[in-house]
C-alpha cells in the first residue's frame, strides 16, 4: 500500500492524515478487543486523526473510555479529537443546562479527559450550536482549556455557514482562540455545503473535516438497487425506505466513473471529497480492519481537474471554482 499523505488542520499547524477514523461505532458495536483490532490497522494505515465525542456509545461516555483505554501507551501517535454539546443524560451537570456554558464545558472537558485518559485533547469541537449561550462565553471558556494546556485547538461542528464567520469575528474582535476546523455532513450524494460553508472555511482559513462521508455506506459499493442488505447500517430494521429513497441513477454513474477509471466506488467517495477545496481530513467509521484498509487506500486517488468537472456534472455539486 503507498503511503497516507498529511495536511495541516485549517491555518494552524496541527498536522492530520488525509483520512481519519470516526469512533462512532466504539462502545455501540464494537467492544474492547474489537476497537483494538480497528485501532492497530488505522495505525498500521498511517490514519493518525482519530475523532469521537462525549455522546457516542450505547451510553454517553463509552466510546471515549474504550478508546482511551486502547491508546494507553500510544497517545503521542495520534492526534486525538472529541466533542462536547450534546445531550448526554445528564452525565456532565443535571438537566436542563447550556451546554456552551463555561460552567458545562469546565465540567464536560474534565469527563473527557478522564475517560480517554489523557491530559490534553488535540481538537476539542463544539458538536452543535448552543443557542442559549452567546458565543462569545463559549469561546472564552475554550480559550481559558487552551491556556490551561487541557486543549491545543477549538473547532466547531454541526454550524451553519454564517455560525462560523460569526464565531471567527468575535473570536478575532475579543483576541481568544479562533475555531480552526467545521465538521459538517459531506458527501458526493450530499454537497450542499458547497454552496456556503465551503467557501466560509476557505476565506477564513478553517479546515473542514467531513463526516458521512460515505453516505451511510451507499458510497461504498456493498448496496445495490432492488437488493436486501445483508449488513451494513443500512441492513439495519426501519431503513428500507433510506434504500428506496437514494439516488440509485448517481450511484451508477459514480460507479461507471469508478470503473472507466480503474478504480473503485470508494476511491471515488473519500479521495474525490478529500480533492475538495477547504477539506483537511475526510473522516471515515468502520467497524472492521479491513474496512479500515481500504478507507485509507480510498484517500489515494488524486483526482484531476478533468475528473472533478465530471465528478460535478454527475453529483451536481456547487463547486464554486473553476475547473
Known amino acids: 500500500m ?9 491555518a494552524s499547524g496541527l498536522t492530520v492524515s488525509t483520512v481519519g477514523l470516526g469512533c462512532n461505532n466504539i462502545g455501540r458495536r464494537l467492544d474492547k478487543d474489537a476497537t483494538a483490532r480497528l485501532v492497530d490497522a488505522a495505525l498500521d494505515a498511517g490514519i493518525t486523526l482519530f475523532d469521537t465525542a462525549d455522546v457516542y456509545g450505547a451510553e454517553p461516555g463509552a466510546s471515549e473510555e474504550i478508546l482511551g483505554d486502547v491508546l494507553s501507551g500510544r497517545r503521542g501517535q495520534v492526534v486525538l479529537a472529541t466533542k462536547f454539546g450534546k445531550p448526554m443524560r445528564g452525565k456532565v451537570l443535571p438537566e436542563p443546562v447550556a451546554r456552551g456554558s463555561r460552567r458545562y464545558i469546565r465540567a464536560a472537558v474534565e469527563g473527557s479527559l478522564r475517560r480517554l485518559r489523557t491530559d490534553y485533547i488535540d481538537l476539542y469541537q463544539m458538536h452543535e450550536p448552543d443557542p442559549r449561550t452567546p458565543i462569545e462565553e463559549t469561546l472564552q471558556a475554550l480559550h481559558e482549556l487552551v491556556i490551561e494546556g487541557k486543549v491545543r485547538y477549538i473547532g466547531s461542528s454541526n454550524f451553519a455557514a454564517w ?36 467557501p466560509a472555511c476557505e476565506h477564513l482559513g478553517v479546515g473542514l473535516l467531513p463526516y458521512y462521508p460515505l453516505a451511510n455506506g ?7 438497487r432492488g437488493e436486501r442488505p445483508s449488513e451494513g447500517r443500512l441492513a439495519e430494521p426501519g431503513r428500507e425506505s433510506d434504500l428506496a429513497a437514494a439516488p440509485w441513477d448517481v450511484i451508477d454513474a459514480l460507479e461507471d466513473f469508478a470503473k472507466r477509471r480503474g478504480i473503485g466506488l470508494l476511491d471515488v467517495a473519500i479521495g474525490g471529497l478529500a480533492a475538495q477545496p477547504a477539506v483537511a481530513s475526510v473522516i471515515a467509521g468502520a467497524t472492521r480492519p479491513e474496512q479500515v484498509r481500504a478507507n485509507a487506500q480510498a484517500g489515494l486517488w488524486e483526482p484531476d481537474a478533468a475528473d472533478l468537472a465530471e465528478l460535478d456534472q454527475i453529483t451536481g455539486g456547487f463547486t464554486g471554482r473553476s475547473v
Open 2 to 10: 503507498a503511503e497516507m499523505t498529511y495536511r495541516q488542520l485549517g
Open 218 to 224: 451507499l458510497l461504498t459499493g456493498k448496496y445495490r
Open 163 to 198: 455560525q462560523i464567520v460569526d464565531a471567527d469575528w468575535v473570536a478575532r474582535s475579543a483576541g481568544t482562540e479562533r475555531f480552526i476546523s467545521a465538521q459538517n455532513e459531506y458527501s458526493l450524494l450530499r454537497r450542499d455545503v458547497e454552496a456556503d460553508v465551503v
